[in-house]
């Protein structure tokens, strides 16, 4: 008994290590009579014990933290992907609306001049049309026929 | 995981979107346009919208190049590539290159979509060619093509 008094001198001193700490808290967490002048001792090395638990027992959400990290990248992954998809899709489709948009309106390019009116438009495509052929029944394609 | 595959779904989806529709560009001839089409000697012509409703089209163009061997050597050969992918063929050759040719291409989209190419290289030495996607058939380009030639 002196060694457990003994110790909790040293306690209170602030000289006991961890060994000696858990000591006191096993001895007084333990159910059997403990003398009168310890007893004022006992409720607070029992809490002291009680919190030690909880702690231990937090140290599993502590294991999970490398788990959520894993979660977060592939959430930052994902939400960069999706940035670099929106971002191709974007561009592809700028460039689509942009060619649709200027195919619209119909044009014809003559000796690098551009022009959209629609008579001069008509008259290169009849003549195109007239340049690719002399015979247009020779275009007829008849059914499973196939000559080369 | 499987949230991760329907997100990952959902990209591949938005990538592949733009590329539909993309039918010409699977053709050598294009380069023809894209090299030639803007230069010196050349006519290039792509119909509007309003316009390629009335000959039941859903694409046009054509271009046509004169005096220049360059592009006529390059259009044969693109010709020579694209043909592979024809299912209907008519072609005029002469000392071993085409010098004119009518091909109605394999539907890329649509099965009611037809596409052609009509090439032709001139006694005067230009070449013409023109591209065509649209639900018409042979017979509707043949009308089209004796309207043009007799207007």
Known sequence: MKTIEELLDKYFEGATSCAEEQQLKDYFSQEKEIPSHLQAYREMFVSLALLSDVKRKKEPIMIMTPVTTTIRRHRIFMQAAASVAILFCLSIGGGMYYHSKDAQKGYVIINGERSTDKNLI???MENSMA???DYPEDVLFLDGEYQE | MK????????????????????????????ALFDEYGKKKGSTMV???KEMLETYDMTLYKSITISEDEGAIQKAQKYIGEDKKKAKK??????KGLIVSGYYQLVAKTDKG???????KVSRKGSVS?????????????VTLLFMVKTE
């Not at chain 2, 989806?13 to 039918?23: D, H, N, S």
């Open chain 1, 122 to 124: 008509i008259s290169c």
């Open chain 1, 131 to 133: 340049a690719v052929t």
């Open chain 2, 3 to 30: 949230q991760l595959f329907k997100r990952w779904n959902v990209i591949v989806v938005m990538l592949l979107i733009p590329l539909c529709g993309w039918a010409q560009k699977d053709l050598k001839i294009m």
């Open chain 2, 46 to 48: 792509e119909l509007s």
């Open chain 2, 89 to 94: 063929i008519k072609e005029v050759v002469n």
């Open chain 2, 113 to 119: 979509m037809n596409r052609f190419i009509l090439f």
């Open chain 2, 129 to 141: 060619v023109v591209y065509i996607e649209g639900k018409l058939d042979s017979e509707d380009l």
